[in-house]
């Protein structure tokens, strides 16, 4: 016989035997096993039951299952029996069972009426149990409530009673219970779901909002009286309830918005709460509920219903937190334009422009950066959902906020290179780099007012820009021409197609090719201003580089150009396909081969090198009799102007370190001590070769430069004497006509070849 004890300690193993007996046909052991645990389960006190874990409840319940599967051990008193035991398992175990069990019923119970009714007895008993333990987590309390509106709605409300029902003296976990477990519930789409096809279910889920709504008035009270407290006792748990506040309100109106299709199921009393509630948000927390129900509940907001009522109380909420305090610096561009999203979606257009014109008036006094302000303007021209549901006056608001934020950024910035170039102390307030990305920015802003002005009427002139442009160095007009052409080059549309945007930034191309901008460049920089002066297609910004390329004929950095046009086999492609490019490319090849073979006529500089221990260009700092050793025949010499060895090994460092980039080539020694420290500086052939490398690199360079001049002419001209023989040739009826391009000017410019 087993006893009570044995099967509480015991009880798995005794049903896998059990089992196991069952599965062999072994039927009399099996049922005589089976009902000795039932007899002896329905005799258990309260506590001894709650000793017993889910998983073994849940063995024996599996066993009860298939002993009534098999009609020679079925036997209907032993599923009925277990209700007894039901009510005394812990609350999480009654919970659990009877989910179990719900997934079961339309398959494994579709013919076992014991099992069912064992079902049907489980869960009715269950909202008579106390359903309030902590151990119960949020989203079983979900699961249990969608499977009350599944299986009997005239339950689910004793459920929702006994879950949410709050006691007279109400304990601290308790109540945190309900609280959690009203959120879970009031978040769930799948519980809007099930409402929503039923009265009852109306009913049900109106009430959770409402218990919610009164929650949540309470919760918010405390929140503002925590915010009222000094900034260091406002921790990350303050923050961690405002977060879930505003998230538990979301989720209240997001299903107002769905449940109230007329206006019988609302009641003042909700109406009331919702606008208590929305009245103490600040802009911040407004926005984020604004935002949370446009995500979950935009194919409704066009209907009529209380949807709109809903968004429009927000939105007056927030006009007159905005109108009343300086909340632009906490609102960050993307939390913006999605409350501009949500309004625009209500298609309320007194509303909208209502709340733009708000944002628009706070972006001309706010406390944002004109970067910031730059930004959300941008956002809102480049966003369809935005930009192009906007009614006119709406866009009438924008295009003015622009031209005044442009004319006022412009006097900003002028100011600010006026007080950089009076400037004497070595810190600046406004950085060079941070200048030129303002002005960036605000020619962006330019750019994008012109690309969408939807009139003919003007709000922002190119002239507007030539009092800041005059004021720009080489270096950083440099910089604005390139980051502007970086910008657009990729941009669709681009500049290209707006002509006062295309003249004005071709303008300032053809001044910064009159200034010395080459002494700026390396090999990437001119790779750059290649490129642009490609997509600029502008002949005369070319002709200004080209002269200010051969101006710079005998310069390294103006040599860089001409590895680009040698190395870059685009670049090559591209001077094919636009005359004015070639012809500055030929006579920029053809001034550096003429003047190297005059310039080697009349002077040393850039004939072959000869070797001399003499290092005629040496420069060397504050060391007048090592710079004139450098300078003459002798091949070494020995400095001993020194305190120290450590001074001495210093000084051999830097002479050897700042030979390349002065002119010069020794080898460095230090020996001795005390008055006899010394430093024996020896000349070596380093500099001289350095020398020959660079002259026959560049001999090299301008031979292949002129071969490279001659085959791009070669190639021109056969694609201009194929194109002039096709349109020569007569047209017949079945052929198609190809119309040649543009013929390109002839250069009268002599060739020269190397030696």
């Not at 024996?60 to 005394?88: D, G, M, W």
């Not at 998230?247 to 208590?276: D, G, H, M, P």
């Not at 802003?445 to 507007?464: C, H, P, V």
């Not at 560049?698 to 085959?711: F, S």
């Amino acid at each position: 016989m087993i006893s009570p004890d044995r099967i509480v300690q015991q009880l798995v193993p005794i049903i896998s035997l059990a089992q196991h007996l069952l599965n062999f046909h072994c039927l009399e052991g099996a049922v005589l096993i089976g009902d000795c645990i039932s007899s002896s389960l329905i005799n258990f006190n309260k506590q001894q039951t709650q000793r017993l874990k889910q998983s073994e409840i849940q063995s024996y319940v599996e066993f009860i299952i298939s002993l009534e599967e098999n009609a020679k051990t079925s036997n209907p008193l032993r599923p009925k029996s277990f209700t007894t035991l039901f009510s005394k398992l812990e609350p999480s175990v009654q919970c659990y069972l009877v989910l179990e069990m719900e997934a079961q019923v339309s398959s494994r119970f579709k013919n076992l009426d014991s099992c069912n009714n064992m079902f049907q007895e489980l869960y009715k008993a269950l909202p008579l149990c106390d359903l309030r333990s902590p151990l119960i987590k949020g989203n079983v309390i979900v699961d249990l409530i969608c499977c009350f509106f599944r299986i009997n709605e005239e339950l689910l409300q004793s459920l929702i009673s006994k879950i949410f029902h709050v006691p007279a003296n109400p304990g601290e976990n308790q109540s945190r219970f309900s609280e959690k477990a009203l959120e879970k519930v009031i978040s769930s789409p799948l519980i809007l779901e099930l409402a929503l096809s039923s009265e009852i279910g109306l009913s049900v889920v109106l009430t959770l909002v409402d218990k919610q709504l009164i929650s949540l008035t309470s919760q918010l009270q405390k929140i503002l009286r925590d915010e009222a407290q000094p900034p260091a006792n406002v921790n990350k748990l303050y923050q961690k309830n405002e977060t879930q506040l505003l998230l538990s309100l979301s989720s209240c109106l997001r299903i107002v918005v769905r449940v109230e299709k007329n206006s019988s199921i609302s009641t003042a009393q909700r109406s009331s709460s919702i606008s208590s509630l929305l009245s103490k948000l600040n802009a911040q927390q407004l926005t984020t509920v604004l935002n949370d129900i446009l995500k979950s509940s935009s194919r409704h907001l066009k209907k009529p219903s209380s949807t709109a009522t809903i968004i429009h109380q927000i939105c007056v909420f927030l006009i007159s937190r905005l109108n009343n305090e300086n909340t632009t610096a906490v609102l960050s561009r993307s939390t913006i334009l999605q409350s501009i999203k949500a309004v625009i979606e209500v298609n309320d257009e007194s509303l909208s422009q209502t709340l733009f014109q708000q944002f628009c008036k706070k972006e001309e006094i706010g406390s944002w950066s004109k970067q910031n302000k730059s930004g959300l303007l941008r956002d809102i021209m480049s966003s369809p959902d935005v930009w192009g549901k906007l009614d006119s006056s709406s866009r009438q608001i924008f295009m003015d906020t622009c031209a005044s934020l442009v004319n006022s950024w412009i006097v900003e910035i002028s100011l600010s290179l006026n007080s950089l170039i009076e400037s004497t102390a070595t810190q600046i307030n406004a950085p060079p780099k941070l200048l030129i990305e303002a002005i960036v920015d605000c020619v962006q802003l330019f750019f994008w007012g012109e690309k969408n002005r939807f009139d003919l009427e003007q709000k922002i002139t190119a002239e507007a820009f030539q009092p800041l442009i005059c004021k720009l160095n080489a270096s950083q007009l440099l910089e604005l021409v390139l980051q502007l052409f970086k910008l657009e080059f990729d941009a669709r549309p681009n500049i290209k197609k707006f002509p006062i945007c295309m003249d004005w930034y071709r303008s300032i191309c053809r001044i910064l090719f009159t200034v010395e901008f080459v002494s700026l460049v390396n090999l990437d920089v001119a790779t750059r201003i290649v490129n642009c002066l490609l997509w600029l297609e502008d002949e005369e910004s070319w002709k200004q580089f080209a002269q200010s390329v051969c101006r710079n004929f005998q310069s390294s950095r103006g040599n860089l150009f001409l590895q680009v046009f040698m190395k870059d086999l685009p670049i090559q492609r591209s001077l094919k396909a636009f005359a004015p490019a070639f012809a500055a490319f030929v006579h920029i090849v053809d001034h550096w081969t003429q003047h190297s073979v005059n310039w080697a006529q009349r002077t040393e500089k850039v004939k072959e090198p000869t070797f001399s221990w003499q290092q005629f260009n040496a420069v060397v700092p504050n060391y007048p009799e090592v710079q004139a050793f450098l300078r003459s025949p002798e091949q070494s010499m020995i400095y001993m102007k020194f305190n120290e060895i450590a001074e001495a090994r210093r000084f051999a460092d830097s002479l050897q370190a700042m030979g390349q980039s002065n002119n010069f080539s020794v080898s460095v020694t230090t020996s001795g001590s005390g008055k006899n420290i010394r430093c024996g500086i020896v000349k070596n052939r380093n500099h001289f070769e350095r020398r020959a490398q660079n002259f026959f690199c560049r001999k090299a360079e301008l031979i292949e430069l002129v071969k490279l001049r001659n085959r791009l002419g070669q190639e021109i001209a056969q694609v201009e004497q194929l194109a002039a023989a096709i349109s020569s040739t007569p047209i017949t009826t079945d052929e198609v006509c190809v119309v040649p391009p543009p013929k390109r000017p002839k250069l009268d410019i002599p060739v020269i070849e190397l030696e």
